[in-house]
């Protein structure tokens, strides 16, 4: 698991900052007033959790052995074992050789626990056996401002009769 900050309220600080020290300065309240809320906000940023990622993927393919040319829909399910997730993105990790068709291996969703997310995707079969490997998860706090990326085993294998 990787752990990283956004930096996406890095501005807000000094912003705010300013805001107020231009209000104390220029006995502004409205500038000053500005400059506490945003630091509320910033300061909501800087303390709120990190997020945790506890989840359960499954991927299906409606064929397993298809011929080459078919159309095989993916369909991966998303459980969330852990607590709310208000921002989950999520990539798939299609196998070399596999054009997706239809849809996209990407999707982005909030999670509450205890829940589950579906999105579906299509491929073109190809020769040969393609084994799909893991999911990758990126996990931001509700605020944005630090996010986990991890990997979640999801195996499959799509293989031509």
Request: proline fraction near 4%; avoid cysteine; charged fraction near 25%.
């Amino acid at each position: 698991m990787r752990r990283f900050e956004t930096n996406r309220w890095r501005g807000v600080g000094v912003a705010t900052f300013l805001a107020a020290a231009l209000g104390l300065l220029t006995s502004e309240p409205a500038a000053f007033i500005v400059g506490v809320v945003g630091a509320a906000y910033a300061g909501y940023a800087q303390f709120d959790a990190d997020p945790s990622v506890s989840l359960a993927i499954e991927r299906t393919l409606d064929e397993e052995h298809p011929q080459r040319g078919d159309e095989v829909e993916v369909t991966l399910s998303i459980h969330n074992e852990g607590r709310f997730a208000p921002d989950l993105r999520l990539v798939d990790d299609v196998p070399e050789g596999l054009a997706v068709s239809e849809g996209s291996p990407r999707h982005a969703t909030s999670l509450r626990s205890g829940k589950t997310a579906r999105f579906s995707y299509t491929v073109t079969a190809e020769r040969g056996k393609h084994r799909f490997g893991d999911v990758t998860v990126v996990a931001r706090n509700a605020p944005g401002s630090v996010a986990v990326e991890e990997r979640v085993e999801a195996a499959s294998t799509l293989q031509d009769r």
